[in-house]
DNA sequence: CAGAGTAGCCAC
DNA sequence: AAACGTGGCTACTCTG
């Protein structure tokens, strides 16, 4: 290794800016004292060049003598190469103000270049191992930054930053060679609105919240009562009055299930698909509530009050920023992305006071992105006449004119049209649309009339769908719009690997395509923000959250729907897209 | 006793 | 018989 320079006086930063801002390229990576921006300090800031390192002491030189490297951090040149840029953005620019500029991200470049192996582990250890054949500790890492530093802790510091820009040679080679530049500069472009988005958090009315929770566990233990019960006389043990000793673990699928047969129930397992049959069984209709109120108690009433930021007070998630083979952002601690969709719930997502919330979505985008592939007469021609789109689906599959059209008929030709995207078969489909129809059955064979008729409708969607399926078979990977790549490892002989395969080939280059049209927004909107107060605080799929200034809600809506729209039609060339916009003091649309 | 696997269910 | 794509979370249950 090269050696560091530990920098410790701020009159030697003037000079060191000059430098870095005449290279082309620097490493760069943090060590704090704690992984939270908000609980811990940046103690070390390290660059790397291909000559030298430094390793700046924050404690010594103090936050403010970063402003004399803001050029170089912030500028579009050189190119900061990090490993895990998110994390080292949230603590720049909560503790310093500053935005990384011109970002090419080790840990990002690496899990695009696994396309899709999602067993590929992506730390700077794994990577290193994976791409240089070198060997990094990473147990410094975790030691205490805030003391007097050890050789040691100095020596990994300097070691982790130097190899950077060799990482990033090799990692440039395989993005080349893959076809995934775009794709790359798409996900590096991202990192600092995701990292402003985890800063910000999602405001959170806890005083809402607890009302609420009480108000469940009120409703659970009165299911809970009645459950008991109805399920006594099932029960492991009677004590002499024949009543339940020991009760039934409703939250135990295995017991429940056990206790429904013993009931008469001939049932193949506890879930609502399976209980759907008995719905109107007193037992089961109990059960049914118990279980939703169980899930609200146990994964949002508890969960998000203990995810409630002690500094913030607001719900901080986790963005994997790939999170997912097709490019999607997946989410954790907590996930916020799946918060139910019930107006009581959402309510507590409530902008502070003299704030909003701004809620935009993508009008059906995946459905326009297949008109786009399919380039699908029929298709287009909704789409372009801003035509909605499932009850022009079912006119033309009942032969009925639109006006006609009745709630079951559009409900059908709505889930038609999502279902084949995921590239649904006819058992499936019957089972949905029994669904739709409030338990009247419907046979195979009408199901597959039904899908018959659709593709005679949209014949090149058909086709493309089809196309899709066999190209991803024989060529064994599949493409997003921006290049992204999923490698499939299957073996060909095995009938139900390929039908996985085909309909993954269906549904990635759709499902991709909308990440990579939310992903380019997520960047266009964070730079059209930037003269206001107002943050993007949550994006979840086809949608986007910014928490604005009351004043300037309606004129930032404005724009937030002209950057989703611009960002959708970089990738979307004939079909028109849609952003709907809601202001509102809660997360409500 | 920690980790893995499974069932069931929340989001898009 | 099942065969609808992508995730994360909780609780139960089994395993070593």
């Not at 006086?9 to 000059?18: C, G, K």
């Not at 309606?554 to 809601?582: N, Q, S, W, Y």
Request: hydrophobic residues 45%; charged residues 25%; aromatic residues 6%.
């Amino acid at each position: 290794m090269s050696t560091y320079r530990v920098i410790t006086q701020t009159a030697e930063l003037e000079a060191l800016r000059s430098r870095l801002l005449a290279e082309p390229v620097l490493g760069v990576d943090t060590e704090t004292t704690a992984l939270d921006p908000y609980q811990g300090r940046i103690r070390l800031l390290q660059i790397a060049t291909p000559e030298d390192i430094f390793v700046l002491d924050l404690f010594a030189l103090g936050l403010q003598a970063l402003d004399i490297l803001r050029p170089v951090l912030e500028g579009e040149q050189p190119v900061k190469v990090l490993h895990n840029a998110k994390f080292d953005a949230k603590m720049l620019r909560h503790h310093a103000g500053i935005e990384l500029g011109r970002v090419f991200d080790t840990m990002l470049a690496s899990q695009l270049v696994a396309a899709g192996d999602m067993t590929k582990r992506h730390g700077l250890a794994d990577v290193a191992q994976r791409y240089l054949r070198e060997r990094v500790e990473k147990a410094p890492q975790l030691s205490d930054w805030s003391g007097e530093l050890s050789r040691g802790q100095l020596e990994y510091a300097a070691r982790d930053v130097a190899i950077l820009l060799p990482l990033r040679q090799a990692l440039i080679q395989q993005l080349k060679e893959l076809g995934l530049i775009r794709a790359a500069k798409l996900e590096f472009e991202c990192v600092l609105p995701t990292a402003a988005m985890e800063l910000a958090g999602m405001p959170f009315d806890v005083e809402r919240w607890r009302a609420l929770v009480e108000a469940w566990e009120q409703r659970r233990a009165h299911l809970e009562e009645a459950l008991q019960s109805e399920l006594a006389p099932v029960a492991t043990q009677m004590d002499l009055f024949g009543r339940a000793e020991i009760a039934i673990n409703l939250n135990s699928p295995h017991q429940v299930l056990t206790g429904l047969r013993r009931l008469g129930l001939t049932v193949e397992g506890t879930s609502e698909l399976d209980l759907l049959p008995y719905r109107d069984h007193p037992v089961v209709r109990l059960l049914l509530e118990y279980r939703s109120v169980q899930k609200l108690l146990s994964t949002f009433g508890r969960g998000f009050l203990e995810h409630r930021h002690p500094v913030t007070g607001r719900l901080h998630g986790d963005f994997h920023q790939i999170g997912t083979p097709t490019g999607r952002y997946s989410c954790s601690d907590p996930n916020i992305q799946q918060v139910p969709n019930l107006p009581e719930i959402r309510a507590c997502f409530r902008a502070p006071a003299g704030r909003r919330l701004i809620v935009a979505d993508y009008s059906q985008i995946e459905l326009r992105i297949l008109a786009e592939f399919s380039q699908d007469p029929k298709m287009l021609e909704a789409f372009l006449n801003g035509l909605d789109l499932h009850r022009m689906t079912a006119s033309w599959m009942f032969k009925v004119p639109p006006e006609a059209v009745t709630k079951e008929q559009r409900a059908i030709a709505k889930t038609i049209n999502f279902g084949l995207m995921y590239g649904m078969g006819a058992a499936s489909l019957a089972a949905r649309i029994a669904e739709v129809r409030e338990r009247t059955d419907i046979s195979l064979a009408e199901a597959e009339a039904l899908i018959a008729s659709y593709f005679e409708i949209y014949r090149r969607v058909g086709e493309w769908l089809r196309a899709a399926g066999d190209t991803a078979v024989s060529v064994r990977h599949s493409r997003s719009q921006s290049g992204r790549l999923w490698r499939f490892q299957f073996d060909p002989s095995d009938r139900e690997q390929v039908a996985a395969i085909q309909r993954l080939g269906k549904n990635f280059p759709i499902q991709g395509t909308g990440a990579d049209i939310l992903k380019r927004a997520m960047r266009l909107v964070y730079d059209a923000l930037r003269p206001y107060k107002a943050q993007i605080v949550n994006s979840i799929h086809d949608e986007i959250v910014v928490e604005v200034a009351e004043d300037h809600a309606p004129e930032v809506a404005e724009l937030v729907r002209e950057r989703m729209i611009a960002a959708g039609r970089e990738f979307i060339k004939t079909v028109p897209i849609e952003v709907e916009v809601v202001i509102s003091e809660a997360w409500t649309k």
